[in-house]
Every structure is written in C-alpha cells, then in structure tokens.
C-alpha cells in the first residue's frame, strides 16, 4: 500500500475543508481511462485511492476504468452505498469526461459539466459526478511543483516551460485547460517563456525547438498517469534520451531540456480530488445507506466462504476465524511454498499481472497468477475479491435474482462513439468470429450472446459466471476487425 505523503511533497495545494466526518454511509468512485495494453496506466488510480482510503472520509473508495475492469457499465453496481461521488481522474474536460462516461455511467447527461457537477438518482443510488480534478484551480501549483522537481533553480532569466497536454479534435475544450494554465504561469514571470504544446494537434510538441529560445527548457507533462505516451511518445518526438537531455545544435543554439513527471502522479492531487468531492456534497441531500442489492450478494457469498467456496479461479477455506484464498491449482501446496499476502491490496497488485508478467484488463480470463495465499479478514476478503473479481459478486447474484438484464449486441454496438462507432458496421459472422478467439478463455457465459447459465458458482460450479454484456476489449477487437487490421502490430487499441 501507497504510504502517506510527505507534507513537504504536496506543493502549495491546501487541505480539504472540515465537511468530511463519515456521519452516513457514502462511496467515492474514481474513474480512470486504463488500458488494456499497459498496466501502468491504472497505477495512478489505485495510489490515489489508497491515499484517500487511508484518511478514513468516505467508508469505501472503488476504482473503474473505461478499458478495465470494473468497467463504466458496471461500477455503480460494486457500490456498498446509496449516496456515490464520481471523479473523473482525467486531466481535461473533453470527449471522456463529457461523452464516454456519463453515457456509460447512465447519467442521462451529455456536454460541459457545470461547476458544481451533475446529480441524478440512478437505481436507487445518489450520484454526484464533478468535473475532473485536471480543471481545478490549484493544478497550477501542481504543474509549478513538477518543475521544481525537475530543475530547483528554474529562473526568468534562462528557463522556458512548456505544458504539455494531449490535445484532439474531438472536442474543442480538451486544450482548454491546458492554455489556461500556461497563461496563468506566463503572468507570474516565473520563466522566459511559457509555451502550451500538444501530441495531437498544434502547435505539435515537435516544434519545441523553433518556439522555445531559452537554453533550458523544462518540460511538465499535463497527463493523468505514467503510461505510453509520457514514457515513449513524448520522448520520441522530443528526442529525449533521459531525464536531461543536451541539444548541441538547435536552431537557437545548445539547449538542455528537464523532463518532469507528469502532473496527475503528484500525491497533491488527492488533496484536489477531496476538494472537488466536497464541492459537489450539495448538489443531492445526503442520506446515503447501505445499499440492500449489494449486501444481499455479499452476505450470500461470505455465507458460503464460511463453509469453504469455489469461485473463478480461486478457492477460499474458512480458518479459525480468517479466510485463505489462493489459485485452485496451488491447493495442497504448503502454505510455506506460497507468497503470503496481507492485504486487499496486495492481492490487487498481484492479480493484474499473469504468471508472464502481462497485463490483465479482463480479470475473468483464465490465466489469474499462481504462487500465492492471501490470508485476510472478513471484511479484508470482500475487498480482495472484488479486486480479483470485479463486479462478479453483485452480477451473478442478480443473475441469481433473474434481476441482471442482459445488453445485446446491437444495443452496445449503438451505443459506441467516437472512434468507435466503426463497430457498428460489424456483420453478426464477424462479431461472433472475434468473440470465438477473445472469449474463448474467459470464465464467464454470453447472456448477451444468447447463452444460458443455469447454475453459478453460488451453486458450487466455480466458472459459472454471468456475463451481461460485451467488454471494451471485444468491443476494440471488433473494430480492429471491421477496419481490417486485426492481428497487425499496432493495430491494437490502448
């Protein structure tokens, strides 16, 4: 687990407020984009929710993604409470904050985001959903922050900034932010010269050398994580080597760039994200209780762990009081022989990988890692198994219910936009042919394929696991597909 941060680490960004005593039961969603490539890109979610876990203000924080899981489609579902603030981990107000998320959350919203964020009740459930913690006010401080990290004694006298955002043509407020904060920087008089350039559209970071003039140049990354683009396409465009990199012989002669971290990873930002969760407390009175659907799947699962359970991959034994979990095919191995995890959240960390070190947005897949035991608490093995399973709790007791409704096809191939509405063109041939490779290996039954699952793993069969509705990853090979470059290097979505 991510410790507390240094106080002399924050930067200037102050404390949340006094309104966070836990008087009712609440949740605190953070969403993030992830990837089903690069299992760094998630990293920045779960630290900044294992910082606010730890400062005791809401009773639980969930993490969900676009492209893993939980899913959009599905985190509301995972919620223990009926009173649910949802913060978009995104850098900018654009395309996801505006169109994606709210679309797959329900919200019944579409466009800007007003200051003090959107309120509806959905399925029983109070959801706040704010702007994103990239637009707050105090992410100057932060961008200031990085710079210094980056070079301490950064001066007007030789020092350019550039900010650095992604851009897109999409929607025209995704610079918006990024502008502002370069202009805000530039009337500070804090360096020679302040330049906002983008990876997607212009002025393109690759013009760095005819813009900037100053012989030391620090670059701050306005990015949500560590991931792709801050770690490779970055420094390829710019032609960095390392942290610092000399220019011999650019067009205003020998320049030395500092590449900062990126702003979204700095532990000040979960100061941002209480601020922003505060400032949309009021939208809905807050009554927030326990939500009965899912503590009804949970009592149901933890009253069969008791006498020992079988689910996914896994098996769980009751043990005088605490539970041990561990992979199926690790049972009668020695406890001596295996990993031994402590925490929640050390078996999160474990299960995101395979036992090859890659990358697993589709936990349900049947390559969950051997070579460990979790020995947890009651309350502990709930948040584990969310972790290793998530969502698989709450959708098959519903399944259970028949109260779990299934989304064909068509309806999710409808729903998609942007770059994805391509898949709308797919043939039920080419849909089915895609599903026959990617969901081969999963654990879970097609409801939305036509599939029939008459027993779960509620009634002692371990892969019997519903699946209500197509994933992102069948959804991004299916694109692959109707564009004709499934299979090709690269031709894979992030």
Known sequence: MVGRPDPASVGTVPPPGEGYSARHMRSLILIGHGSHLNGESATAVYRYAD????????????EG?????????????TTASTDVTVIPMFISEGYFTEVVIPRELGLGHQGPVPPGGVARVIGGRTVRYTLPYGVHPSMTDVILARAREALADFNPQDTALIVLGHGTTRNENSNRVIYHNADLIRQAGHFAQVEALFLDEDPKVGTWPERITAPRVVVVPFFASEGWHTLETIPEDMGLTGDVTSFRENPHGQQTVYYARPVGTHPAVADVILHLAQ?????????????RGHEYAWQAVLERARRGLRMGELVITPDSGVYEIRHMLDEGRPGGDLRTLVTPEGVRDTVRRDDGGDHRPVHTLRNLPRGWRAVLSEADLRRALHYVYPAVVEETYAHSCHALRATPWPTTARRQTGIYTRVQKATPEQVEHVAGEVCKSCLRTRLWAGEKLAHTFLDGVPGGIPCAEACTVLVAEVREEVSGKRGQAGGHSH
């Open 65 to 77: 993604y676009w492209k893993e899981e939980p899913s959009l489609r599905q985190v509301l579902r």
């Open 279 to 291: 400032e949309a407390s009021g939208a809905l009175a807050q009554d927030g209780d326990v939500e």
């Open 51 to 62: 910082l606010i876990r730890e400062r005791g203000l809401y009773d639980e924080v969930i």
